[in-house]
T-cell receptor, first 113, second 113 residues
């Protein structure tokens, strides 16, 4: 079955340090890949997407992600973390037919002073 | 831009009672619509999706049903709630016109007692 995997339940990082939240995919064809963020008791907010083209995608709030086809990965990165980045992050995919938008299990990011 | 209205924000219902959660969308036509459930602040489980009026696809067998009586209205229902139906329910909308990211409602926290 097609899926995305987020191997880390939680990532801890100090403010000012770079952060990486991992995502790998198992999707046939050319997947559309996304990152979303969720703050407590709220809906999800879109961060960035990869559809085609440049493998490095830049998104909201200084986040970026790199599509790596050989490693089937789409890791989320930020050069310098902020305490306000603390939230739940979801990787997601759909197959371009726009019917099923499927999410990973989520990674909780905790940024401390 | 798209706006999703989801209500109520919180709901406490007794076991065996019926359920109706409503989601309406503004700012787009003929969107794909989704219902997700999130348990304990973790992963999102896709419950139903719809690509058009009256077209509902169910992802998991369960005590819930969905309907799309109008283009921008998506309803999640149950005839008799179970304790296991408790969770955070999110409605989402995806427009393949100019943009490919999904927009989410603010969610409904359902507690079945």
């Amino acid at each position: 079955a097609q899926s995305v995997a987020q191997p880390e339940d939680q990532v801890n990082v100090a403010e000012g340090n770079p952060l990486t939240v991992k995502c790998t995919y198992s999707v046939s064809g050319n997947p559309y890949l996304f990152w979303y963020v969720q703050y407590p008791n709220r809906g999800l907010q879109f961060l960035l997407k990869y559809i085609t083209g440049d493998n490095l995608v830049k998104g909201s709030y200084g986040f970026e992600a790199e599509f790596n086809k050989s490693q089937t990965s789409f890791h989320l990165k930020k050069p310098s973390a902020l305490v306000s980045d603390s939230a739940l992050y979801f990787c997601a995919f759909d197959t371009g037919t726009a019917s099923k938008l499927t999410f990973g299990t989520g990674t909780r990011l905790q940024v401390t002073l | 831009s798209q706006t999703i209205h989801q209500w109520p924000a919180t709901l406490v219902q007794p076991v065996g009672s019926p359920l109706s959660l409503e989601c309406t969308v503004e700012g787009t036509s003929n969107p794909n619509l989704y219902w997700y459930r999130q348990a304990a602040g973790r992963g999102l489980q896709l419950l139903f999706y719809s690509v058009g009026i009256g077209q509902i696809s169910s992802e998991v067998p369960q005590n819930l049903s969905a309907s799309r009586p109008q283009d921008r209205q998506f309803i999640l229902s149950s005839k008799k709630l179970l304790l296991s139906d408790s969770g955070f329910y999110l409605c989402a909308c995806l427009d393949r016109g100019l943009r490919t990211e999904a927009f989410f409602g603010q969610g409904t926290r359902l507690t079945v007692v």
